[in-house]
C-alpha cells in the first residue's frame, strides 16, 4: 500500500513537471488516500499485535 503512494507521488511529480496540473493534483490525491489508509491499517495491525501478547 505504501508502495503504491509512493508510485503516484512520483507520477504527480512528473507531471507537474511536464505541466500537466489536472493528472497531477488527481495523483497526489490519490497518493494521500493511499498513504493515510497505510496509516491507519498500520496502527491497527500494531494495536492487534499489542492485544495479542
Do not use: E
Request: positive net charge.
Amino acid at each position: 500500500m505504501l508502495h503504491y503512494a509512493v508510485v503516484f507521488l512520483v507520477i504527480a511529480l512528473v507531471a507537474a513537471l511536464f505541466g500537466f496540473g489536472g493528472i497531477a493534483s488527481g495523483a497526489v490525491g490519490i497518493a494521500k488516500i493511499l498513504f493515510f489508509v497505510f496509516i491507519v491499517i498500520a496502527v491497527i495491525t500494531f494495536v492487534l499485535g499489542l492485544i495479542k501478547r
